[in-house]
Antibody, heavy 118, light 110 residues
Framework: EVQLVQSGAEVKKPGESLKISCKGS????????IGWVRQMPGKGLEWMGI????????RYSPSFQGQVTISADKSITTAYLQWSSLKASDTAMYYC???????????WGQGTLVTVSS | QSVLTQPPSASGTPGQRVTISCSGS????????VHWYQQFPGTAPKLLIY???QRPSGVPDRFSGSKSGTSASLAISGLRSEDEADYYC???????????FGGGTKLTVL
């Protein structure tokens, strides 16, 4: 069974760093794209970027380029999304998802809620 | 402001057929596949339609997708109360080199 299990909810202060994770299981981790999608409170879905774990080929949405870093460790079948300096506007639910291609996702993680507040 | 344009809301009565539109441009819908996701409150999105009109296993055939030019549509026939959810279209955008989503449509079953 394909599963993407994300790390737990986080509460951080502005300026702090954060790395959230997404562990894949039940499939060949290096053969599928893993992407990240942001959903701000009460808002729609926003595509942040994707990574191909086999060679770490990474693409970012222009809106998120330079704001976050997407990475993957294929030895432990885990993808990551990280921030070096959080802002209050980063408060959102973040989903990881797996795609057979880079253009759509057929399996999703349960989401990680990130709250940034002073 | 989303790159793909969807109506913010749609509604229908049980048994009816409803359609949700998704309008884009030549750099996204006009040259790439369209995909649709369903999301219930408090849960992760679920793939509903991929590559314009393909249904993943387990998705009822009441759901169908179509594309023409720079627009796409999701149709739900035999509407049921459990179809009440948010629906999002998505497509790869060649200009942005990434996926763009529609703003989402909240479907209400009256």
């Amino acid at each position: 069974e394909v599963q993407l299990v994300q790390s737990g909810a986080e509460v951080k202060k502005p300026g702090e760093s954060l790395k959230i994770s997404c562990k894949g299981s039940g499939y060949s981790f290096t053969s599928y794209w893993i992407g990240w999608v942001r959903q701000m409170p009460g808002k729609g879905l926003e595509w942040m970027g994707i990574i191909y774990p086999d060679d770490s080929d990474t693409r970012y949405s222009p809106s998120f380029q330079g704001q976050v870093t997407i990475s993957a460790d294929k030895s432990i079948t885990t993808a990551y999304l990280q921030w070096s300096s959080l802002k209050a506007s980063d408060t959102a639910m973040y989903y990881c998802a797996r795609g057979p291609t880079s253009s759509y996702f057929n399996y999703w993680g349960q989401g990680t809620l990130v709250t940034v507040s002073s | 402001q989303s790159v793909l344009t969807q109506p913010p809301s749609a509604s229908g009565t049980p048994g009816q057929r409803v359609t949700i539109s998704c309008s884009g441009s030549s750099s996204n819908i006009g040259s790439n596949y369209v995909h649709w996701y369903q999301q219930f409150p408090g849960t992760a999105p679920k793939l509903l339609i991929y590559r314009n009109n393909q249904r993943p296993s387990g998705v009822p055939d009441r759901f169908s997708g179509s594309k023409s030019g720079t627009s796409a549509s999701l149709a739900i026939s035999g509407l049921r109360s459990e179809d009440e959810a948010d629906y999002y279209c998505a497509a790869w955008d060649d200009s942005l080199s990434g996926v763009v989503f529609g703003g989402g449509t909240k479907l209400t079953v009256l």
